[in-house]
């Protein structure tokens, strides 16, 4: 295996591929390093990987030949008469093979012109189905929410917590809203929501990536919680960006950031709200008006 260096392992991997001339498919990868992007440029670590082309598509040929080789007899050579002078005349000669011949449909007896042109390769059917991809409808949501809830409710189903069927329905025309209730619904929320935000973001990618929408998860009305909470936390901020213009909230952890600055841009449309990550790398949300262009 051959030893390649890059900042991320998208660059590496397109290093090898690029070095061994072939797609990333057709790679055998180890990674020896994850990518780390340190603090401040200390500790800061490339990602380092190994590769080598996959074997088995360049070595089964070779031992296809040689079980052809050890498995069929060499031919032997018969021998044959020397052929015999033919004796009939050319015009009955001509018939005979007519005779002989299968008859040829018309789309085979071509001139010169029509031979030039069925001789142009036509598509494969492999061609034509990643064509079509390009071109498939977006799936009806609620067929959409009746699969996912089957699948995970046949997933948790097996797990150790007891939950009440899992809920999944139409929130909007973009968002499936998943629910979870049962007597042990809230040890999946974990301390300060890490297992809820761990599970928001695996339904997430799940869902956006094979379906193409989003994903509002409620866990023993964890959310809705959240999200009073939220609210009667920015009514002071709200009245001071109304008083002065502009104004900066606390550094929110997790889900609450999202929360807060969804509401804030709903109430402020017109004013610049964005997130800003402090030195320790908490977030919170500024408000303020959007810098002219002189």
């Not at 890490?194 to 956006?208: D, E, G, Q, V």
């Amino acid at each position: 295996m051959q030893k390649f260096e890059a900042p991320t392992l998208e660059e590496a991997y397109a290093k090898a591929a690029e070095t061994f001339s072939c797609s990333i498919t057709e790679l055998e990868i180890q990674v020896i390093q994850n990518p780390s992007k340190g603090f401040l440029g200390f500790g800061r670590k490339p990602a380092i990987i190994v590769a080598q082309p996959l074997q088995r598509s360049v070595d089964e040929p070779k031992e296809q030949e040689l079980s052809k080789s050890q498995t069929t007899p060499p031919p032997i050579e018969a021998e044959h008469p020397p052929p015999l002078k033919d004796e009939t005349p050319p015009q009955d000669r001509v018939e005979e093979v007519a005779e002989n011949d299968e008859p040829q449909s018309p789309s085979m007896i071509t001139t010169d012109s029509t031979s030039q042109t069925s001789s142009q390769p036509t598509p494969s059917p492999r061609e034509d189905q990643i064509f079509d991809n390009f071109y498939t409808e977006t799936p009806d949501i609620e067929s959409v929410a009746l699969h996912v809830e089957e699948e995970m409710n046949r997933l948790f189903a097996s797990a150790c917590f007891e939950l009440d069927p899992i809920q999944v329905s139409v929130y909007d025309k973009e968002t499936l809203f998943i629910e979870f209730n049962g007597p042990d619904a809230a040890l999946l929320i974990g301390k300060e929501g890490y297992r809820y935000k761990a599970l928001a973001y695996l339904l997430f990618n799940w869902i956006h990536s094979k379906y193409g929408f989003k994903v509002r998860l409620e866990i023993a009305k964890f959310l809705e919680n959240q999200e009073m909470m939220i609210e009667n936390y920015l009514q002071p901020i709200i009245e001071r960006v109304h008083e002065e213009g502009r104004a900066q909230t606390k550094v929110l952890d997790g889900i609450l950031v999202q929360i807060a600055l969804k509401r804030l841009r709903e109430i402020f449309p017109n004013k610049y709200v964005a997130i800003r990550t402090n030195r320790e790398g908490g977030r919170y949300i500024i408000i303020n008006e959007f810098l002219e262009r002189r």
